[in-house]
């Protein structure tokens, strides 16, 4: 889990008030999340396997693809498809060509990541006293 993942996991735990499960390939990283006292699994989002079976529990309702590669992000949702998923799917993208790819391959919601900094920036400038 990288930034933009921690962040949204953060956000959904604390805000959202959601049961969330992070997701990572990395044993060092999922470690030191694990040491910072966040629920993860070292497991593999491109994997079929891993997705059915997450998917077979039923407990999962929303997915959250916040993968800093497009074609990662992309396939994971190819493996959700296949593995019957029908919750919610969100999803983070850097392109506007990417956010529609995504779109239209079934994820409800898209991030075009520099829109919304930029828009999270142009945000703070105005709170800012003169």
Do not use: C, K
């Amino acid at each position: 889990m990288g930034r933009v993942g921690r962040a949204a996991y953060e956000r959904l735990t604390h805000e959202g008030q959601m049961a969330v499960l992070g997701i990572d390939n990395d044993h060092a990283v999922i470690t030191r999340l694990e040491e910072d006292g966040l629920n993860v699994l070292e497991g593999d989002a491109t994997d079929l396997e891993f997705w059915t079976r997450l998917v077979s529990g039923g407990f999962v309702t929303t997915v959250v693809l916040a993968m800093a590669f497009h074609d990662s992000n992309a396939y994971a949702l190819e493996r959700l498809h296949d593995a019957g998923f029908a919750g919610r799917i969100v999803a983070v993208a850097q392109h506007p060509d990417q956010v529609a790819h995504l779109s239209e391959e079934g994820v409800h919601a898209v991030l075009n990541i520099y829109a919304g900094a930029g828009h999270s920036l142009a945000a703070l400038a105005m709170r800012l006293p003169e």
